[in-house]
């Protein structure tokens, strides 16, 4: 993962891959070091190399046989001694224009990636951070949205000790729907709000998707996303960047950098708390699981 998805450590792998290639050739040069001798380099490669093998190879359970789970976040528990190894064979190099160009083009290809990944979170996250706004500005409202529309209220909630907004604001999830009325109904509620945030409601285990919006749901209106960061002017500069290519080359690559930074449409619908799904016994949802 750490050489073949580029785009989370961009030259960082390669570089610290070009380390071991050199420790392996210097050892074989220079014969195999003793116990007491070894170098830094090497104990840093030590320390990377069976890492890599201990979430690599080592099962966490033997019946059924599973192993560690590969997910991109893990890549942080590689960036030091990757880091360490990459940066100690770039200051080998022998030729300094050749280091500092190769420097330069980490730098700022690291710090460029660094901003379309705010960006792809951003854009994300956008509709959610408006919900939870929508929540705020009515406070006597339940409020019924995606998984991530609840866990970031959650997390609002919790900075600014607001508790009763994630106690209002609740996932549509596998196994709640039933509950919605029995648990909550109107009582202590002015209105009941479901958002469908299709960006991101298919996203989290049992999280439901609105295929279908229920006829007797009153559409109140489309939000309006939020919290875009500093990524996005980057993703703008680019798109301008690239507007002279012609359509099949630059149409393609605008229509990806678009995708972050306009995220899919959130809408918020009134809904009848003793009828969420309008009577019906199978609404017009999918569930993820």
Same mark, same amino acid.
């Given at each position: ?9 961009? +030259? ?38 069976? +890492? *890599? =093998? ?22 942080? +528990?590689? *960036? ?10 770039? !200051? ?6 050749? $280091? @500092?160009? +190769? ?16 960006? !792809?979170?951003?854009?994300?996250? !956008? @509709?959610? /951070? ?6 705020? /500005? $009515?406070? @006597? ?6 998984? @991530?529309?609840?866990? #970031? ?11 009763? *907004? ?18 909550? %109904? ?5 209105? #009941? ?12 285990? %049992? ?15 489309? *939000? ?18 690239? $507007? ?6 630059? %149409?393609?690559?605008?229509? =990806? ?30 569930? /993820?699981?």
């Amino acid at each position: 993962m750490c050489i073949r998805d580029s785009k989370h450590t961009f +030259l960082l792998a390669y570089l610290s891959l070009g380390a071991l290639i050199y420790l392996f050739f210097r050892r074989s040069t220079l014969g195999v070091e003793s116990a007491s001798t070894i170098s830094a380099e090497t104990y840093v490669a030590w320390w990377l190399l069976t +890492l *890599l =093998a201990t979430l690599s190879f080592l099962p966490i359970s033997l019946d059924p046989l599973l192993f560690v789970g590969k997910q991109s976040n893990y890549l942080n +528990l590689f *960036l030091a001694p990757m880091a360490i190894l990459g940066g100690t064979w770039l !200051a080998q190099l022998p030729k300094s224009r050749w $280091r @500092n160009g +190769l420097v330069s083009i980490a730098v700022l290809g690291g710090i460029a990636l660094g901003a379309f990944e705010q960006a !792809a979170y951003q854009v994300f996250t !956008a @509709n959610s /951070k408006a919900a939870v706004e929508l929540a705020i /500005k $009515r406070p @006597n409202a339940m409020i019924l949205g995606s998984v @991530n529309n609840a866990n #970031i209220a959650t997390i609002r909630s919790i900075l600014d000790s607001d508790f009763a *907004l994630a106690a209002r604001f609740l996932p549509i999830s596998d196994g709640y729907i039933p509950d919605v009325r029995g648990k909550h %109904g109107q009582v202590g509620f002015e209105e #009941i709000l479901i958002i469908v945030d299709r960006e991101n409601q298919g996203w989290g285990t %049992g999280a439901i998707v609105v295929d279908k919006v229920p006829e007797c749901w009153i559409k109140l209106a489309d *939000l309006q996303p939020t919290g875009m960061g500093l990524g996005s002017l980057l993703v703008q500069g680019v798109r301008l960047v690239i $507007r002279p290519l012609p359509e099949n080359v630059g %149409g393609k690559i605008d229509r =990806a950098l678009r995708e972050l930074m306009e995220p899919e449409v959130a809408t918020v619908y009134h809904v009848n708390g003793a009828s969420l799904w309008c009577g019906s016994s199978q609404p017009g949802v999918s569930v /993820k699981r």
